[in-house]
């Protein structure tokens, strides 16, 4: 029975009859299940979590009796907040352990300063991309000692380390390996390089010892996080692999908890020379090349620039390079003369395109399933689990259906579609959205750590979640009938009805109210 028919039906029920046929405007199509509703993408630069430009800043531990130490800054929650304000994210946190580089008991006061740190950043909704090393090199050329620690005392600090790790994973996007050498690099090293005054030449007994710092990370990190180390050639000598694509991950591994899977690439010397300054180091330079473009398909991918190098750092080069190797995040404070070059157009689509943007096109419900598609235009997809919903909600609940998608899969330029059966949803009519959660439980509630798709007019930001701009009706048989609104359409109250009729509660004041309603309802959508 047509919309018309069943109200007429309802009106002949409580004694009113419709003599008059409906106007042409009424008596344009309804909304079938076939409906589709498409969704007009938006141009803005959007503040998602875990992506895009950060910050990068650094604290200190020095040894008691050092002139101003101990030379802890804090990270504050206003300070924090007001990065969001810029559009920002995440914050990459260097924490220097001067103090510690002989000591293998890490204070608990200082212990107490990074945890601090953590709950000030989940306090104001940003991520961490935390490493730690030992000591930061002062003016060029660097001569050792260098003064970054040796293997024991590393591993014995990596394991006090662990409960930071652990507790705070729901802030942590991802961290540096970090720890050994200069600036936590893995260069200029007095323990991991046989001649420390010749870093890049590295025996087998040296890999064994990074290999073993990097283990014992991957041990220290939950196995739902990735780490990253400075160099592709790094990677491949801790785990036997050969550079180019034969040694890079490979889709069927992504993901599975398997060392390869959990490593990826910082790369802090972004255009700098034509190696990137010892960042790809294969020969020839190509094979480098070739297995981060693969590589970083399936692990986290940042870094920051470092050097005016012309035209290698000028945005036709820059731009090319952050799409093929799948950049998630890139330092805005260093180098703003690099920056700055590409010109203010260009770094507006760098804050929209670093890691991952997600456009929804279109929606449609067909025989009790709704579809959605979503479009990536990023540079990358989330390197952190993102589980996907369809919300519907009413004044009485809020159901949560899952898409069975993880946004991890959702690759740079691809189209996902995704769908949810309401078979089993109860009976009544819902407004509709996409929702992208943080997988953590303690922030999985928190709008701030949810995903915002780039569409005009569909985010809900007091909820984080992204309307679909239509409801649907689910009958007590079943049944589901589409109905799209226009825009973000105020919440309709759940009637109780269990069939696709308004429900006849007597009297012709209330069959008046049901044929406003549906009129209205049908002039919307004509």
Not at 193 to 201: E, I, K, R, T, Y
Not at 307 to 317: L, M
Not at 444 to 469: E, F, H, K, M, R
Request: aromatic share 8%; net charge negative.
């Amino acid at each position: 029975m047509n919309r018309r028919l069943r109200l007429v039906a309802v009106l002949a029920a409580c004694g009113i009859v419709v003599a008059t046929p409906l106007s042409a405007a009424a008596q344009a199509p309804a909304p079938t299940l076939a409906d589709t509703v498409a969704y007009e993408p938006s141009d803005a630069i959007i503040a998602n979590p875990e992506r895009g430009f950060d910050h990068t800043n650094n604290t200190h531990y020095y040894p008691e009796g050092t002139e101003g130490g101990p030379g802890y800054t804090p990270l504050d929650v206003a300070t924090l907040a007001a990065y969001r304000e810029e559009g920002i994210t995440e914050l990459v946190r260097v924490f220097y352990l001067e103090r510690f580089v002989a000591e293998p008991t890490l204070d608990p006061a200082w212990l107490a300063l990074v945890q601090a740190d953590f709950d000030a950043a989940r306090a104001a909704g940003i991520s961490i991309i935390p490493r730690f090393a030992y000591l930061a090199g002062g003016d060029f050329p660097y001569t050792p000692p260098y003064g970054d620690a040796p293997l024991d005392i590393v591993l014995t600090h990596i394991e006090q380390l662990t409960p930071i790790f652990q507790d705070n994973a729901d802030v942590i996007s991802v961290v540096q390996a970090g720890f050994v050498g200069l600036w936590g690099e893995g260069y200029y090293t007095d323990h991991f390089a046989a001649d420390p005054a010749n870093p890049g030449v590295l025996t087998d007994e040296d890999w064994a010892k990074r290999r073993a710092v990097v283990e014992a990370l991957l041990e220290a990190v939950p196995a739902d996080h990735s780490i990253q180390v400075r160099t592709m050639n790094m990677k491949q000598n801790i785990l036997g692999v050969p550079s180019g694509t034969a040694g890079a991950i490979t889709e069927a591994q992504a993901f599975d908890g398997s060392a390869i899977s959990r490593i990826g690439h910082h790369n802090d010397c972004f255009l700098a020379a034509p190696d990137d300054w010892g960042t790809y180091l294969s020969d020839p330079i190509s094979l480098d090349q070739d297995y981060l473009a693969q590589e970083s398909d399936w692990v986290p991918v940042g870094g920051e620039t470092c050097n005016v190098n012309p035209p290698r750092s000028e945005w036709a080069t820059a731009s090319a390079e952050m799409e093929r190797y799948n950049f998630s995040y890139l330092n805005w404070d260093y180098l703003q003369d690099v920056l700055q070059s590409w010109g203010q157009e260009n770094l507006d689509t760098t804050a929209k395109r670093l890691g991952y943007r997600f456009v929804m096109t279109e929606s449609s419900v067909v025989d009790g399933t709704l579809s959605l598609t979503v479009r990536n235009d990023g540079w990358a997809a989330p390197y952190n689990s993102r589980p996907a919903y369809l919300v519907l909600s009413n004044a009485e609940r809020t159901v949560r259906v899952p898409f069975g998608s993880d946004a991890r899969t959702w690759g740079a330029g691809e189209t996902v579609t995704l769908q949810a059966s309401l078979a089993d949803v109860p009976a009544g009519r819902y407004d509709t959205a996409l929702s992208l959660p943080a997988a953590h439980e303690s922030v999985a509630a928190n709008p701030l750590y949810a995903v915002q798709t780039a569409n005009v007019g569909t985010w809900d930001a007091a909820i984080g979640v992204n309307s679909l701009q239509r409801q649907v009706s689910v009958g007590a048989d079943g049944v589901v009938m589409a109905e799209p609104v226009a825009g973000a359409a105020a919440r309709l109250p759940d009637t109780g009805v269990s069939s696709l009729a308004p429900a006849v509660l007597g009297g012709g004041v209330v069959a008046l109210g049901a044929l406003a309603l549906l009129l209205a309802r049908r002039r919307r959508n004509a």
